[in-house]
């Protein structure tokens, strides 16, 4: 770790070149491309001298696809065949933006459209022209980027350190961007847990897939943790993310580990895919064995309602969001559905799926005849597709200090979970840090990941462990109605059944385990007999009361330990006023 604080904190300084000639907020157009260009320019190194002789030789060939044979040189999926490094590139200054250019354009397809994600032809002019191009260049070469220094794990977490620190400075979400990794190694862990059996097996190959993919952290803490689990299984990453400088990390990083560049996507997941502008859910109808996303918290989805609303109302169960859509202020259970739509069906063995939400999907939204988050709780959990919701402690996260939550899906649980559902309460599971990022005050340490992984493993319950029938999280909603009267007499229909008083009207929420008209007679006509519930009103909803289930009572100290502790205070306060008078 210190070779990586050693170069964040050396990359950061350069950032100084810049000012007075940008603005703080967009020192990252500048940093964050150049730290990807000169990744790429230390990786490709050793093998640049083979790939240019060979592209010497074949270019005068009637090759109509050069990449797949310089590729095969250069070791990777990418290659460069400009003449032009970052040592060449300083060595003649007063051509440097030219060569820049030129550099950047022998990249093949793929490493230069992630160059062109940031934009950055625009800051070569600018730079250029206030003479700091060769200054900010010649910073960059210095710093030694090389894979067999800096892993692509520990390039994540520069790439994240630097965008935090970005962030801080123009007063921008910065955990919009990644989630803390040990948060993620603890989704991962549960992620694959009940699969590690079928995971040690030699050259297994699974899929995994994020549609919040960020600068691709998820993806590759799981393709470690297989990589250590099992050497000869495979990971495939796939992701998709909307930022574009995010976007760009995370598919550089797949290029130079040898994954599938195209597995990357850009885009807004949550539209409907839009060939002609390659917009929305570009991995439509794909399926994977695991899925895996931190959604934004609580972020309106305004600006997609009119495709979400259309795709609802017009497939239905047949597109992503048939259970139901949440309130335009919190998308959350969108990205859900989303990824839950890209399940693998049982036949083929079915998929796991880990995914990270504040409090709100597990109580907002209300039982009616419109469906809304409930009917989106009451979908999943009858369809017994909630295994586990592990509440997490607070200030864990980059951005906010409220409270987080893990909930896991499956649509193939193992038979001692079938019908049930798991609460894990982790909250006290942390250490305080050294040092607060952000709002992140707090972290989880190797062995609390490992107890709170031991706690879902091992399915029994505890303290910190509660198991649930299905059922227990519904309820009807009943609607409780009083006769109307008019100078003490019953106003009836024609009929001569009693009409309601709507001023009486009232509502009772009762489990479903528990019978209507039993729960009537025990809780409502002790108190008013005339009193009767209209079937046509009741709708059932579901929710997760997770404080409640592990509320603790604490007894109110007594009267004498209140008073002891008030004189205590008022003898304090009497010496002080006598020393202060003396």
Not at 260 to 282: C, E, F, W
Request: glycine share 6%.
């Amino acid at each position: 770790m210190t070779n990586i604080k050693e170069s964040a904190n050396f990359i950061w300084s350069i950032a100084d070149l810049l000012r007075g000639d940008y603005k703080q907020s967009d020192y990252g157009k500048v940093v964050l491309p150049l730290t990807v260009l000169r990744r790429l320019d230390c990786v490709l190194q050793n093998t640049k001298p083979d790939v240019i002789k060979k592209y010497n030789q074949v270019k005068t060939m009637s090759i109509q696809n050069l990449d797949p044979i310089l590729n095969k040189e250069a070791g990777y999926n990418f290659h460069n065949k400009s003449p032009f490094n970052f040592d060449k590139l300083i060595a003649d200054p007063n051509n440097i933006a030219s060569n820049l250019r030129n550099y950047i354009n022998g990249f093949s397809e793929d490493a230069r459209e992630i160059i062109e994600q940031f934009e950055f032809d625009n800051q070569i002019t600018k730079l250029d022209d206030a003479n700091l191009l060769f200054m900010v260049l010649k910073r960059f070469q210095e710093v030694d980027l090389h894979p067999q220094r800096i892993s692509s794990m520990e390039m994540g977490y520069m790439f994240e350190e630097l965008i935090r620190k970005f962030a801080e400075i123009s007063n921008e979400t910065a955990g919009e961007h990644f989630t803390p990794r040990e948060v993620i190694r603890l989704m991962v862990d549960l992620l694959f847990m009940n699969d590690r059996e079928i995971l040690t097996q030699k050259g297994i190959v699974k899929t995994i897939f994020d549609c919040c993919a960020g600068t691709g952290g998820m993806l590759s803490v799981a393709e470690e943790y297989l990589a250590e689990l099992n050497p000869d299984a495979r990971l495939e990453v796939f992701g998709q993310e909307l930022n574009p400088e995010s976007y760009a990390i995370c598919k550089s990083d797949m290029l130079i580990k040898g994954q599938n560049p195209s597995n990357v996507a850009k885009g807004n997941s949550l539209k409907r895919k839009d060939d002609t502008k390659l917009k929305g859910d570009q991995f439509v109808n794909q399926k994977f064995d695991y899925l895996i996303t931190n959604p934004p918290f609580g972020v309106k989805w305004g600006k997609v309602q009119k495709e979400v609303k259309e795709e609802h109302e017009e497939l239905g169960h047949g597109g992503r969001y048939g259970a139901g859509l949440p309130s335009v202020s919190d998308g959350s259970f969108l990205f859900l559905m989303n990824l839950m739509s890209k399940m693998k069906p049982k036949e083929q063995g079915g998929s796991r799926l880990a995914i990270v939400f504040n409090g709100s999907p597990l109580f907002s939204g209300s039982p009616s005849s419109k469906k809304n988050e409930s009917t989106i709780r009451q979908w999943i959990i009858e369809n017994d597709l909630l295994e586990a919701v592990i509440a997490l402690p607070n200030q864990l996260f980059y951005n906010t200090g409220i409270s987080t939550y893990i909930w896991i899906i499956s649509n193939h649980k193992p038979a001692e979970r079938k019908g049930k559902v798991q609460l894990i309460n982790a909250i006290d599971f942390y250490k305080k840090m050294s040092k607060s990022l952000g709002d992140k005050r707090n972290e989880l340490s190797k062995e609390h990941i490992k107890e709170i992984t031991e706690l879902y493993g091992n399915f029994k319950e505890s303290k910190h462990c509660k198991i649930f029938d299905n059922e227990d999280f519904g309820y009807s909603k009943v609607t409780v109605e009083r006769p109307l009267k008019e100078n003490g007499k019953l106003v009836t229909d024609r009929s001569g059944n009693p009409k309601p008083d709507s001023s009486l009207r009232d509502s009772e929420n009762i489990p479903l385990k528990e019978d209507i008209s039993t729960y009537l007679k025990r809780e409502v006509l002790p108190h008013v007999p005339d009193a009767w519930i209209d079937e046509k009103k009741t709708n059932v909803g579901y929710e997760i009361n997770f404080t409640k289930y592990f509320y603790e009572y604490k007894p109110l100290r007594s009267l004498v330990e209140i008073r002891a502790d008030i004189l205590a205070l008022e003898e304090e306060t009497e010496s002080l006023i006598k020393t202060v008078m003396n």
